[in-house]
């Protein structure tokens, strides 16, 4: 079960564009990260419940 995992991946590849751009670095799987995700082609992955 591999889902954290890519969350993870794409967290850290949101992390890096914000550097790049200047912008303010999420620091944990936001909503930015799920849109980024849903762009990049992973739609499966869907926000978890956060409990």
């Given at each position: 079960f591999?889902?954290?995992e890519?969350?993870?991946d794409f967290l850290i590849q949101v992390q890096n564009?914000?550097?790049e751009r200047g912008e303010k670095?999420?620091?944990k799987v936001?909503?930015?990260v799920?849109?980024?995700a849903?762009?990049?082609g992973a739609s499966y992955i869907n926000k978890p419940?956060?409990?």
């Open positions: 591999h889902l954290y890519q969350c993870r564009l914000a550097k670095c999420p620091t936001t909503n930015q799920f849109r980024y849903k762009k990049a419940k956060m409990n």
